[in-house]
T-cell receptor, first 109, second 112 residues
Framework: AQRVTQPEKLLSVFKGAPVELKCNYS??????LFWYVQYSRQRLQLLLR??SRESIKGFTADLNKGETSFHLKKPFAQEEDSAMYYC???????????FGSGTRLLVRP | NAGVTQTPKFRVLKTGQSMTLLCAQD?????MYWYRQDPGMGLRLIHY???????AKGEVPDGYNVSRLKKQNFLLGLESAAPSQTSVYFC???????????FGSGTRLTVV
């Protein structure tokens, strides 16, 4: 079965430190991968998707098919980055997004 | 442009009661989804729809039913609520299968 694994439930860093939120997936085909962010008591928002290769709010993510990973990175964390982050994938012929269990990022002043 | 609107935002039910959650989108999206969000488990798909008049089961469909009589609305029903259905429910939609989702603001349901 296709799975998305986010191994860290909580990641705590200091402001200005680099951030890497890990995401690994298990799927042999060509998935499309996404990162969603949920700020406190707000709805989930699309942060970025691998197909567009864009950088949003300083975050980037590179799809590594060899390692089946799609880690989210930011060189200098800001306090406003504190939120819940979800990695998700959609399959070639499917209509569904499969989500990981999420990582809570806490950026301390 | 309201996007995806969920009603109600909060609800407390007694075990055995029934209720319907409404999701409405005004973006002419074909695909609509219902997820539940539980601590440590992320979002799990309950049911989804790929177009008006169609529905399909997701990962955790037991205890829920859905209907998509109109393209813009996707209803989630609980016929006999159980405490295990205490959760935050999110509706989402997208125009085509390769797009990202647009989410609603969620419904926090407590079953006592």
């Amino acid at each position: 079965a296709q799975r998305v694994t986010q191994p860290e439930k909580l990641l705590s860093v200091f402001k200005g430190a680099p951030v890497e939120l890990k995401c690994n997936y298990s799927y042999s085909g060509s998935p499309e991968l996404f990162w969603y962010v949920q700020y406190s008591r707000q709805r989930l928002q699309l942060l970025l998707r691998h197909i567009s290769r864009e950088s949003i709010k300083g975050f980037t993510a590179d799809l590594n098919k060899g390692e089946t990973s799609f880690h989210l990175k930011k060189p200098f964390a800001q306090e406003e980055d504190s939120a819940m982050y979800y990695c998700a994938l959609t399959l070639d012929s499917s209509y569904k997004l499969i989500f990981g269990s999420g990582t809570r990022l806490l950026v301390r002043p | 442009n309201a996007g995806v609107t969920q009603t109600p935002k909060f609800r407390v039910l007694k075990t055995g009661q029934s209720m319907t959650l409404l999701c409405a989108q005004d973006m002419n999206h074909e695909y609509m989804y219902w997820y539940r969000q539980d601590p440590g488990m992320g979002l799990r798909l309950i049911h989804y729809s790929v177009g008006e008049g169609t529905t399909a089961k997701g990962e955790v469909p037991d205890g829920y039913n859905v209907s998509r009589l109109k393209k813009q609305n996707f209803l989630l029903g609980l016929e006999s609520a159980a405490p295990s259905q205490t959760s935050v429910y999110f509706c989402a939609s997208r125009f085509q299968a390769t797009d990202g989702y647009t989410f609603g603001s969620g419904t926090r349901l407590t079953v006592v």
